[in-house]
Every structure is written in C-alpha cells, then in structure tokens.
C-alpha cells in the first residue's frame, strides 16, 4: 500500500513538473515555433480592423508586430471578438491577446493579464444626431445596440433602462444603428470618434458624457509568468518611448490623456 501510494504521489508530482516546465517555457515554445500568434480585433478601427486588401492593421496589430520582432519571430493575427478572445487564449488558440479588452478582476481570475495596462478608454454611444439625446437616462426604454460580452451592456441596461441588442461584431451592429434599428450603440468613446470621422456616419454624433473610463489590459494564458514579465516591460517600454502616441498619430486618434500621463510616468 505504502509502495502504490509513493508510485502515485511521483506520478502526481512527475505531472505537476512537467505542466510548471510547460508553462515557464511559454516564450521558448513560440520561438522553437517561429510564430507569435496574437488574437486582436478585426472590426475596430483604428485599434484592429481589415483593410481594403482584407489584411489586419491598426495600433494593436502594431504593438502585436513590436513583439514578435522582439522575440525574432514571424506573427500571424488572429481575429477575435469581445465574446470568445478569452477563450481563444485559455484553449491555446493564440499566445498573447491585444483585443481592446477593459481590465477587470473577474476577468483577471480566467486569463493573466499583465500590469501595467497599455491603454484605456470610456463608455459612450454613437447615435443619429436627428435622436438628439443629452442625458444616459434619454436611453430608457430604447432599443441599443451593443457587442456580446462588453461590460457596459449591463449597466447601459440595469441603470439606465436601455434594451440592449447584442450582436457579435461592430459591423452587425453599425448597420443596425444605421438600419434605424437601434436608437443608438453603446460602445468604447475611443472608437466612435474615429467612427464620426467616417464620412459614412456624418449624421451620427457622440452626444453623452463619457463614463467608465477604464484600463485595457493585454494578457497571456494564466500561469504564463515568465511571458508576462516579458510583457510587462514591453509595455513600459512603449510608455517611455512614446510609442503608444506615436501609434495613435499614425492611426489618426488624437493623443489621449492616459497614453500622454503613461508617457510622462515612465520617462
């Protein structure tokens, strides 16, 4: 019995080992691989979107690219979206995740995300201008689009007494407001000012004030911590380099106040 019981406990232990190896060996795997695999948005612009040629581009492809040129690999992109990125990177899908994802406790128990954040944004709507609203509470009892698995559905909804409409993509759901079929689409403040920058949506306006603001947060899988240092210092770098800044000019979003405070903090 003594002997069946020792036998177990190395097997157990032989197991535990060889997951701990697994896990600290997350940045040699992808470069015995020759391929970051990161999941990033293909529907929201400027942040991750197709271009006319159907490739992948924006500030977070962008960032995704720094770190694969980093480790001296090659990085492929892959399209997520707010409903199953987490996911993706739980089932080994993808390596790292860049996917405008707000930082938040509950989601820090299923993936590891990694400090400090990288970027932030608020919650506001993009709305006809003909709807004239001027206060969250105008949204009570109206039909609003939102995306499946964003936060701000449940307050938009609970608190201020919008019905949501969830879709699965930006696209779904821009043709929707579009349609008339929603009053207005709750989403991130920093996509729908691009978004009114698009000729296609000069009727639609931002009118409320934005609320929420809130972190986003890039992550690895969970146990992951030598790829999350890795990370980590990534992040620090493209604060004190101004490389987020430099980004958003690129890409056409004015400089925002977290990228500039980030900038100054890390210098």
């Known amino acids: 019995m003594k002997f069946k019981s020792l036998i177990g406990a190395i097997a157990v232990s032989a197991v535990a080992l060889a997951s701990g190896s697994a896990l600290a060996g997350a940045i040699e795997d992808i470069k015995a691989a020759g391929v970051l695999k990161v999941g990033v948005k293909a529907d929201y612009k400027p942040y991750g979107y197709r271009d006319p040629s159907g490739s992948i581009v924006g500030i977070e492809p962008d960032l995704a690219k720094d770190v694969a040129d980093k480790l001296g690999v090659k990085v492929e992109y892959v399209p997520v979206v707010s409903s199953n990125r987490m996911q993706f990177l739980e089932q080994g899908k993808i390596d790292l995740m860049i996917a405008t994802m707000t930082d938040n406790e509950e989601r820090r128990k299923v993936v590891n995300i990694v400090d400090p954040?990288?970027?932030?944004?608020?919650?506001?709507?993009?709305?006809?201008?003909?709807?004239?609203?001027?206060?969250?509470?105008?949204?009570?009892?109206?039909?609003?689009?939102?995306?499946?698995?964003?936060?701000?559905?449940?307050?938009?909804?609970?608190?201020?007494?919008?019905?949501?409409?969830?879709?699965?993509?930006?696209?779904?759901?821009?043709?929707?407001?579009?349609?008339?079929?929603?009053?207005?689409?709750?989403?991130?403040?920093?996509?729908?000012?691009?978004?009114?920058?698009?000729?296609?949506?000069?009727?639609?306006?931002?009118?409320?004030?934005?609320?929420?603001?809130?972190?986003?947060?890039?992550?690895?899988?969970?146990?992951?911590?030598?790829?999350?240092?890795?990370?980590?210092?990534?992040?620090?770098?493209?604060?004190?380099?101004?490389?987020?800044?430099?980004?958003?000019?690129?890409?056409?979003?004015?400089?925002?106040?977290?990228?500039?405070?980030m900038n100054e903090k890390y210098q």
């Open 117 to 261: 954040n990288y970027y932030s944004s608020g919650t506001n709507v993009l709305a006809p201008k003909k709807a004239e609203l001027k206060e969250w509470t105008d949204l009570e009892g109206k039909p609003v689009c939102g995306i499946q698995g964003a936060f701000y559905n449940k307050k938009t909804g609970q608190e201020f007494g919008a019905e949501i409409v969830a879709f699965k993509g930006t696209a779904e759901a821009y043709a929707a407001l579009k349609q008339g079929s929603c009053v207005a689409f709750v989403y991130d403040d920093s996509a729908i000012v691009a978004k009114t920058n698009d000729p296609e949506f000069s009727d639609f306006e931002m009118p409320l004030k934005t609320i929420d603001d809130a972190p986003w947060g890039l992550a690895v899988k969970l146990g992951e911590d030598d790829f999350k240092a890795f990370m980590s210092d990534m992040i620090k770098e493209w604060h004190k380099s101004g490389r987020i800044l430099e980004l958003e000019t690129k890409w056409g979003v004015e400089n925002t106040p977290f990228a500039k405070a």
